[in-house]
């Protein structure tokens, strides 16, 4: 049931344009302090993880790290783009994911 809620809120985040996808969007809205949430799937590879969390630190990011337990072919079903990481570059959208990923944040 948590994890409808979770896809079915990055499917109204990407609906809405406040979902980037990818490695290069992703970078990018980190290294314009765009980001307030960056998802990386279960699949995703720490090189991956520790470059743009590299990149956050480049660009003074606040943005907060999860990793889920979908993997790019779930985001894939889910949001109709295959991608290991996801940002959300609305506010409102990252804190309501916060809450429904609970104590996965890093």
Do not use: P, W
């Not at 907060?64 to 506010?91: I, Q």
Request: proline content about 0%; overall charge neutral.
């Amino acid at each position: 049931m948590q994890s409808d809620k979770i896809l079915s809120m990055l499917g109204l985040c990407r609906r809405a344009g406040k979902l980037q996808m990818g490695h290069d969007m992703v970078a990018k809205s980190l290294y314009e302090n765009k980001a307030h949430l960056v998802v990386f799937s279960a699949d995703a590879s720490q090189r991956l993880k520790n470059e743009l969390k590299v990149t956050a630190e480049k660009g003074d990011s606040k943005a907060h790290f999860v990793t889920c337990s979908y993997s790019m072919n779930d985001f894939h079903y889910a949001l109709g783009y295959k991608a290991g990481v996801l940002s959300v570059t609305d506010e409102n959208f990252a804190v309501k994911l916060e809450e429904l990923f609970g104590n996965d944040l890093t």
